[in-house]
Structures are given as structure tokens and as C-alpha cells.
């Protein structure tokens, strides 16, 4: 049963985002359009992401013409995972705009 619930996790679609340099100083990240094709059409404004302690974040979603952003309440994400150096963050789709991310750092 494990083996099974395991699979259907993995299976859930999801995109990675490595956040370094720069990318530190953005209040926002962008979301890939590939991933984008597996949520719906009418995408609520707002995403709540649960970082590795299973806090919760509310952030605002924005769409325009360039892509679709993870934006106000970002920052606040960062700062309450310690996010800071080299980080490798993997996003999931829950079915319910829920994203949940899994950490790993240079420092790890």
C-alpha cells in the first residue's frame, strides 16, 4: 500500500527552481508554462506553500504577459525557511493549489 501512495505522490505534476545570486533580492518567482498546463483554467489569485516544518505561506498568484508568478508573501516564505545561499526547491500540485516544496542547500 506504501509502495502504491508513494507513486501516485511522485506522480503529482511538479517543477524544481534553483534560487541563488540574484534571485535572492526578487519577491517573486516564476512559474514554468509547462506546469502551468496541469492546473486550471480559472487559477485562484492566491497558493499556499508548506515548507519542510509544514508551516504555512499564503502568496499572491499573477498571471500576465510574460508568465505567471508566485508573488506578495514570497519573501516572507524565504525568510521563514532561512532560504539564502544556493537552494534546490521542488514545487507539487495537490489538486489544490497547494504547493509544497522539499529543500536542499549547498550547506546540507
Not at 7 to 16: G, S, T, V
Request: proline share 5%; aromatic share 12%; with cysteine.
Amino acid at each position: 500500500m506504501e509502495k502504491q501512495r508513494l507513486k501516485i505522490e511522485d506522480a503529482r505534476p511538479h517543477f524544481f527552481k534553483i534560487i541563488y545570486g540574484e534571485d535572492i533580492k526578487q519577491h517573486l518567482v516564476l512559474i514554468p508554462r509547462d506546469f502551468m498546463k496541469h492546473l486550471p483554467q480559472e487559477m485562484p489569485n492566491r497558493a499556499t506553500l508548506t515548507g519542510p516544518s509544514g508551516s504555512h505561506w499564503r502568496v499572491s498568484v499573477k498571471k500576465d504577459a510574460n508568465g505567471t508568478y508566485l508573488q506578495k508573501g514570497w519573501k516572507e516564505f524565504m525568510k521563514g525557511n532561512n532560504l539564502g545561499g544556493y537552494e534546490f526547491l521542488t514545487f507539487r500540485y495537490d489538486g489544490n493549489m497547494l504547493m509544497c516544496q522539499n529543500f536542499q542547500s549547498q550547506w546540507s
